[in-house]
């Protein structure tokens, strides 16, 4: 019964939707990891019954092969009587020759048990050989589906890590595009932008503060050629004009 419980579990284990059970799964990883687990448990179950039940098998082999070679040397045995009751009888030794030929009879007997018992044996060493077969069979495609489990999970691991850092890499880039008023890189940009404002207000006043000091220069040195000409007029003198034609 425990056998067929092992073979029973292989073959649903085997039928198993990993896709399907993965797509219902609320997390297809924790699932796979049990899983593994659940898969790696039962081979280590199957393993150990499938070794009990080739020991089972060779035994029955062992005791098959004993009874084909002990039918073989019975019958040796059996033909070797015969043949000495034949020559006890050919030289008129009648109870040595039947006593033979009982020894032969006896030979043939245990002949005809040993080839009984080898012949009974038969087929349950060719069940038992089918069933071990069967179960070496799902034992392999267990193994193969347990390594399809372990790809199948580093897999989701490589897949959830590459998200993971494209997501950093979206966050990073979208921190600094300079086209996002709101990223730091906008931010600090229009701070810049400010500031140089505030050098160009202070740079216009200081430039508006110098063309006033200049025309104030240039009102000071008219009034200079103002009081000039006056005196000259008080001198005497006619007022001539700066510049001559």
């Known amino acids: 019964m425990a056998k067929q419980s092992i073979f029973g579990?292989?073959?649903t284990l085997m039928k198993a939707n990993i896709n399907a059970m993965l797509d219902q799964a609320e997390d297809p990883q924790k699932m796979l990891d049990q899983l593994v687990r659940d898969y790696t448990n039962n081979i280590a179950d199957a393993e150990a019954a499938i070794a009990e039940?080739?020991?089972?098998?060779?035994?029955?082999?062992?005791?098959?092969?004993?009874?084909?070679?002990?039918?073989?040397?019975?019958?040796?045995?059996?033909?070797?009587a015969s043949r000495k009751a034949d020559e006890f009888r050919a030289s008129g030794d009648a109870v040595d020759a039947d006593k033979?030929?009982?020894?032969?009879?006896?030979?043939?007997?245990?002949?005809?048990a040993a080839e009984n018992s080898a012949k009974a044996a038969a087929p349950q060493i060719a069940s038992q050989t089918e069933v071990v077969n069967k179960l070496k069979d799902g034992l392999n495609g267990m193994k193969q589906k347990l390594e399809q489990l372990k790809?199948?999970?580093?897999?989701?691991?490589?897949?959830?890590?590459?998200?993971?850092?494209?997501?950093?890499?979206?966050?990073?880039?979208?921190?600094?595009?300079v086209l996002d008023p709101t990223s730091e890189l906008g931010r600090f940009e229009e701070k810049v932008r400010r500031q140089e404002a505030i050098a160009q207000g202070k740079t216009e006043l200081a430039a508006s503060s110098l063309d006033a000091q200049f025309e104030s220069l240039e009102d000071l040195g008219e009034l200079t050629e103002v009081e000039a000409r006056l005196a000259a007029l008080k001198s005497g003198g006619a007022a001539k004009p700066a510049i001559e034609g």
């Open 53 to 80: 039940t080739i020991g089972n098998l060779r035994l029955l082999e062992r005791d098959h092969q004993e009874d084909l070679q002990s039918a073989s040397e019975w019958g040796n045995k059996a033909l070797a």
């Open 9 to 11: 579990r292989i073959s």
């Open 151 to 177: 790809a199948k999970s580093a897999e989701l691991v490589a897949r959830q890590k590459t998200a993971e850092a494209q997501t950093k890499v979206v966050d990073a880039v979208k921190s600094i595009d």
């Open 100 to 112: 033979f030929d009982n020894l032969a009879k006896v030979a043939l007997q245990r002949q005809i």
